[in-house]
């Protein structure tokens, strides 16, 4: 069979789940140099897109907004037509139409998946951890899974406030996410940012438009001023995280993304398994360990036992020892 020319990634999922997949895109464009690969995303993950390096261009899928309904579906079926081949990390039955109704003639995803009956080949989804199940993907197509890899963009750099620009060694710290189970409270984050901020690290709040409310919360409790950057766009948060001395956050996609363009990073698990993550040197996982955890694939909106002790009661001063291993 002759290689293809044009490939589609489809991963209209959250953020994290696009960080991830940049792994997948990073693998089949070293296998296919010379292949355009269009990732389709969501609005939010359309800056991570533009910081895949092997990635030629986002195609945004607005599933929950513009393209909700049959209609919007069919407006996206527009978008992504003339491609020779699709990968399908995502497993939604909606994906899976998004790839046959464009007649993509093959469309690689996962055995058992919801949308699996539309697809030409499916795997086995194997694999301990998010990367090595998408890994399956990439070998389907005889590439080697290669890691996480992100890099960012000079304008989104030139974009942020030059006070930032200019403010020496910094902390990003990520205090928000999509679900409520995985967040740190804000008083811990609180205690953090006064902990680094003595370490000669001055602590800035990173999140989306949700995370104000979190970043007037941690700003109260902290001796210190903290930076708050919540609201900005993600390419720029992209650039903050890449010149951050050390990232700090619970097991959300900026975190992940942090991971992934190589900055020190600490990530907080409570409800979810930092075991589904491939963890090296400079990225480190810190959990409290209860019995009760994880208790969520992904996260959820309350504790199930309505404590929330795996975050609540992980301390700073563990936290703490964490960040000096990872940026030692």
Same mark, same amino acid.
Request: charged share 20%; proline share 7%.
């Given at each position: 069979m002759?290689?293809?020319?044009?490939l589609?990634?489809?991963?209209?999922?959250?953020?994290?789940?696009v960080?991830?997949t940049? /792994?997948l895109?990073d693998s +089949?464009?070293?296998?296919f140099?010379?292949? *355009?690969?269009d990732?389709?995303?969501?609005?939010?993950?359309r800056d991570?897109?533009l910081?895949m390096?092997r /990635?030629?261009?986002?195609i945004v899928f607005?599933?929950?907004g513009?393209?909700?309904?049959?209609?919007?579906l069919? *407006?996206a079926v527009?978008?992504?037509?003339g491609h020779? $081949?699709? $990968?399908?990390?995502h497993?939604?039955?909606?994906?899976?139409?998004?790839?046959?109704?464009?007649r993509?003639s093959r469309? +690689?995803g996962?055995?058992?998946?919801?949308?699996s009956? #539309?697809?030409?080949?499916?795997?086995?989804?194997?694999?301990d951890?998010?990367?090595g199940?998408?890994a399956q993907?990439?070998?389907?197509l005889?590439?080697?899974?290669l890691?996480?890899r $992100?890099?960012?963009?000079?304008?989104?750099m030139e974009?942020?406030?030059?006070? +930032? *620009?200019?403010l020496?060694?910094?902390?990003?710290?990520c205090i928000?996410?999509?679900w409520a189970t995985k +967040?740190?409270p804000?008083v !811990?984050?609180?205690?953090?940012?006064?902990?680094l901020w003595r370490q000669?690290?001055?602590?800035v709040?990173?999140?989306?438009?949700?995370?104000r409310?979190?970043?007037a919360?941690v700003n109260?409790?902290? *001796?210190?001023?903290?930076?708050?950057?919540?609201g900005?766009?993600?390419?720029e948060?992209?650039?903050? #995280?890449?010149?951050?001395a050390?990232?700090v956050g619970?097991d959300?996609?900026?975190?992940h993304?942090?991971r992934a363009l190589?900055t020190?990073t600490?990530?907080?698990f409570g409800?979810?398994?930092?075991?589904?993550?491939?963890?090296?040197? !400079?990225? $480190?996982s810190?959990?409290t360990?209860?019995?009760?955890?994880?208790?969520?694939?992904?996260?959820?909106?309350?504790c199930?036992?309505?404590?929330h002790?795996?975050?609540r009661?992980?301390d700073v001063?563990?936290?703490?020892d964490?960040c000096?291993a990872a940026?030692?």
């Amino acid at each position: 069979m002759a290689e293809p020319r044009s490939l589609l990634v489809i991963q209209p999922a959250f953020l994290g789940d696009v960080v991830f997949t940049s /792994a997948l895109v990073d693998s +089949i464009g070293a296998r296919f140099p010379a292949a *355009r690969i269009d990732v389709c995303v969501t609005p939010r993950g359309r800056d991570i897109v533009l910081a895949m390096p092997r /990635a030629a261009a986002p195609i945004v899928f607005d599933k929950r907004g513009a393209d909700r309904g049959p209609g919007g579906l069919l *407006r996206a079926v527009a978008r992504v037509k003339g491609h020779e $081949l699709a $990968l399908l990390p995502h497993r939604s039955l909606r994906s899976g139409l998004l790839a046959r109704l464009a007649r993509i003639s093959r469309r +690689i995803g996962f055995r058992g998946a919801p949308a699996s009956m #539309l697809y030409t080949e499916r795997v086995p989804s194997v694999g301990d951890t998010f990367l090595g199940k998408e890994a399956q993907l990439a070998l389907a197509l005889g590439a080697t899974p290669l890691p996480m890899r $992100l890099r960012t963009r000079p304008e989104w750099m030139e974009a942020v406030d030059p006070t +930032i *620009r200019h403010l020496g060694a910094f902390a990003a710290l990520c205090i928000g996410s999509e679900w409520a189970t995985k +967040i740190w409270p804000a008083v !811990r984050f609180a205690g953090l940012a006064d902990a680094l901020w003595r370490q000669g690290l001055a602590p800035v709040l990173i999140g989306g438009p949700n995370d104000r409310e979190s970043a007037a919360a941690v700003n109260s409790a902290a *001796r210190v001023k903290c930076i708050d950057t919540t609201g900005n766009s993600v390419g720029e948060a992209l650039a903050l #995280l890449s010149q951050a001395a050390l990232c700090v956050g619970g097991d959300t996609g900026l975190v992940h993304a942090a991971r992934a363009l190589g900055t020190p990073t600490v990530a907080l698990f409570g409800p979810t398994a930092p075991e589904r993550h491939v963890f090296g040197p !400079r990225s $480190l996982s810190v959990s409290t360990g209860l019995e009760c955890s994880p208790c969520s694939e992904h996260g959820q909106e309350r504790c199930p036992l309505g404590h929330h002790k795996c975050l609540r009661d992980l301390d700073v001063e563990r936290v703490v020892d964490a960040c000096e291993a990872a940026i030692a």
